[in-house]
């Protein structure tokens, strides 16, 4: 479970923004918890929630909207405040 995996567009939208929509290709591919799990190895405990139908029980739901959010917004403030 790489963490090159993740793409950098992704670590670049939770410094930014402390959330980001990152897509169910990459949560198919890694798995939700490995997902997770590899965020949190790099600094980024992340939750993810998947916005969906609430119809379509399925595990990826393909018009599903996947949105990571970091859990803490400590590093995201650090970040913040060594740029200005």
């Not at 790099?42 to 599903?64: H, Q, R, V």
Request: charged residues 30%.
């Amino acid at each position: 479970m790489a963490t090159a995996q993740i793409p950098q567009w992704i670590f670049s939208c939770l410094d930014q923004y402390a959330n980001c929509a990152c897509g169910i290709r990459i949560v198919k591919k890694m798995g939700k918890e490995g997902l997770l799990n590899a965020l949190e190895a790099k600094g980024y405990p992340c939750e993810l929630e998947i916005i969906a139908d609430p119809k379509d029980t399925s595990e990826f739901p393909e018009d599903g909207t996947y949105i990571l959010t970091l859990k803490s917004t400590e590093r995201h403030n650090k970040d913040t405040d060594e740029k200005e």
